[in-house]
Nanobody, 121 residues
Framework: QVQVVESGGGLVQPGGSLRLSCAAS????????MGWYRQAPGKQRELVAA???????NYADSVKGRFTISRDNAKNTVYLQMNSLKPEETAVYYC???????????????WGQGTQVTVSS
């Protein structure tokens, strides 16, 4: 019903920048929150940043001041600008979309397949 596709991951040196993108498509009536999570090897998935339909944002303490989340509601797309990246931020980054579906009651969570971000010299 809903497809979530991330892009923009890759290899970057410590201190470098990357911009992730995530687009949602399908039988979407509206999107509530869009967010980015990450999961490093051997660790639990954690919230990196989230943004509501009204533009309110929430960041993990570890990324405040370095990462910026934004969204284009017309395109059902969310972005994550990551600056001053650190090696310990190497992880698979996942996009989460909480959407209302046409013909169904309630909101549902959808996940992308993830994009690898590697921070290494």
């Amino acid at each position: 019903q809903v497809q979530v596709v991330e892009s923009g991951g890759g290899l970057v040196q410590p201190g470098g920048s990357l911009r992730l993108s995530c687009a949602a498509s399908g039988n979407i009536a509206s999107i509530n929150t869009m967010g980015w999570y990450r999961q490093a090897p051997g660790k639990q998935r954690e919230l990196v940043a989230a943004i509501t339909s009204g533009g309110s944002t929430n960041y993990a303490d570890s990324v405040k001041g370095r990462f910026t989340i934004s969204r284009d509601n017309a395109k059902n797309t969310v972005y994550l600008q990551m600056n001053s990246l650190k090696p310990e931020e190497t992880a698979v980054y996942y996009c989460n979309v909480r959407a209302n579906i046409r013909g169904r009651v309630g909101s549902y969570d959808y996940w992308g397949q993830g994009t690898q971000v590697t921070v290494s010299s």
